[in-house]
């Protein structure tokens, strides 16, 4: 049996397979507005593929998504439906699974010139607060900045959760891994190792760039001899370069089947990982393979 336990996949893309109601910009959250019965779907075919943590679907909850005027009158609402519907989904499914509240990029994902401290942190706060009643720990996903972590963090510093901080990667290989605003993975590692964060992940960036950042990251943590697990969940997408605009069109997909993921994960696995999943594009196919394996003999 691997000792890994297994995160859900990328809900956008799932809602978008399954039938739900998916278009830009309001990406995930058009679901939550006109269809939240494929949300609970969505969460329970993921459940159901064996995942032992799902993620509330809030990743859309924000003003770059909803809009400013929609966001201001019905974010809060919507992330809180989010968090309900991911326990309900939990509570239907009669599973021991773990519910992550999820923290997504206030001003756009990939694109840390956009960053402004005071936005993020009242945004953060809003999905904070909608969440905290329902889940069980917390994921701050695709954060692109040392900055924006460390903004989140803040945040964070209210609950006596679990939490975890997942980065997400330039999708250029190279001999130093770096997350989106330039900053190295040593950086950032060894910010995230200060902070008393339970958790570091990597996301949302191409499957080759992963094991690479994993590494390092194993090498610094285990160096400065603190207890933080290591996650890791990986996107199916065409790389995604420095000058791309989220939401400006729905990015490419590639190939990628269940057996070429499971291969991946192995590599993240031996390299340090402890905590797998999927992000956009993974589908329950894909956290099927990682079960299986982890459960194998």
């Given at each position: ?7 859900d996949g ?14 830009q910009?309001q990406w995930?959250?058009q ?13 329970l075919g993921?459940?159901e ?5 799902i993620t ?6 924000v003003?770059?998504h ?13 992330a809180?439906?989010?968090?309900e519907l991911?326990?309900?989904a ?10 992550a509240?999820?923290i ?13 401290q005071t ?20 994921l701050?996903e ?9 903004t ?5 510093s ?9 980065f997400?990667l330039?999708?250029?290989?190279s ?12 950086e ?6 200060e ?7 990597f ?8 094991a690479?950042a994993?590494a390092e990251a194993?090498?610094i943590i ?5 207890d933080?697990?290591i996650?890791?969940f990986?996107n ?6 420095a ?6 069109t729905?990015?490419?997909?590639r ?5 070429d ?12 990982a402890?905590i ?12 099927q ?6 459960d194998?003999?």
């Amino acid at each position: 049996m691997a000792n890994v336990i297994i995160l859900d996949g990328g809900m956008g893309r799932e809602l978008k397979r399954i039938g739900a109601p998916f278009s830009q910009p309001q990406w995930s959250a058009q679901a939550l507005i006109e269809s939240p019965k494929h949300v609970e779907q969505a969460h329970l075919g993921f459940i159901e593929a064996g995942a032992q943590i799902i993620t509330v679907n809030s990743y859309a909850c924000v003003p770059f998504h909803l809009g400013e005027a929609l966001y201001q009158e019905r974010g809060a609402e919507l992330a809180r439906t989010a968090a309900e519907l991911a326990r309900e989904a939990v509570n239907i499914s009669k599973q021991n699974v773990a519910i992550a509240g999820s923290i997504p990029p206030a001003l756009g994902s990939y694109r840390p010139d956009l960053f402004e401290q005071t936005k993020v942190k009242e945004i953060t706060q809003t999905l904070f607060e909608a969440q905290e009643e329902y889940v069980d720990l917390w994921l701050a996903e695709t954060v692109a900045s040392i900055a924006e972590f460390e903004t989140i963090s803040q945040v964070l510093s209210q609950t006596d959760k679990p939490c975890h901080y997942a980065f997400t990667l330039q999708d250029d290989e190279s001999d130093i891994p770096r997350i989106r605003s330039g900053e190295t993975v040593k950086e950032a590692t060894l910010k995230l190792c200060e902070s008393g964060a339970d958790g570091l992940f990597f996301n949302c960036s191409i499957p080759e760039v992963m094991a690479q950042a994993i590494a390092e990251a194993k090498a610094i943590i285990d160096a400065q001899g603190v207890d933080i697990v290591i996650g890791v969940f990986a996107n199916s997408f065409t790389p995604i370069g420095a000058t791309h605009e989220a939401n400006d069109t729905i990015q490419s997909m590639r190939e990628l089947s269940p057996e070429d993921y499971l291969e991946f994960a192995k590599q993240w696995h031996q390299a340090g990982a402890t905590i797998i999943g999927g992000c956009c594009g993974i589908h329950p196919s894909h956290i099927q393979a990682l079960a299986e394996w982890r459960d194998r003999k």
